[in-house]
């Protein structure tokens, strides 16, 4: 085997290294980001925002596949194992692809349905049903109260029957603390719909930068491998 090929083997192996390696990131992305979207699920109405990260995980599965056959077709010196290779690269590149159009098109379709179902939610609190442990969530695990501010209890059947609002509006450190809005000082007065879509682009923001970045590391490499692949220094690989 000479000097060219030889270098060309290290290369491959070296992809498939980072592959295996950007396997396991992508992973972590995808369920960070269904795991967050879980924890918000009921507001979000509109299950295909997830859509993006169910892509992600797939796709790092799929990279995890690409990475064990690269190594072993590499090792092996197989032609035919490489030619899957490369084809496998081209798909997840397309998959890749079409996760970023995907979270640029649902981005937008956060706030319409966070508005709708937090409004239902907000109405039906009583302090007892599944609606009621929903909001009490969001509030204290944004810090926020309300959906707009905390002026948006008023227009509430929960804040007309009880004149406060939600004991889960207050800041985790005061005491004897009523919900009664004359004591904004242990309130928290920001609104859980901005906070709540803030967190849920950030998710997806990240995901998306995630996935540009490993399109371009995985465009990058498609070019070298059929570069690579083109050359003559592959006469001696086996079809396996």
Known sequence: ???????????????????????????????????????YE???????????????????????IIGCLGFCSTIRESSCGLGCFITMISIILVAGMASLVLGLVYKDKINPELEKNMNLFFQKYNGKNVESSTVDFIQEELQ????????????????????????????????????DLTDLKKLYTEGCEAKLENVLHKVLGFSMLI??????????????????YRKRDYQGYEIL
């Open 1 to 39: 085997m000479g000097i060219a090929a030889c270098t060309s083997k290290t290369f491959l192996i070296l992809i498939s290294l980072v592959f295996l390696v950007a396997a396991a990131g992508l992973a972590y992305v995808g369920i960070n980001a269904i795991v967050t979207y879980k924890q």
């Open 42 to 64: 009921d507001f979000l109405g509109n299950m295909y925002v997830m859509l993006p990260s169910v892509i992600i995980l797939c796709v790092a599965v799929f990279m995890l």
């Open 144 to 179: 926020c109260c309300g959906i707009k501010n905390y002026t948006s209890w008023e227009n509430t059947t929960w804040y007309k029957t009880n004149h406060t609002v939600p004991k889960s509006c207050c800041m985790k450190n005061a005491t004897q603390c009523t919900g």
């Open 211 to 228: 996935i540009l970045g490993f399109v371009i590391v995985e465009l990058i490499c498609l070019i070298s491998l059929c570069m690579i």
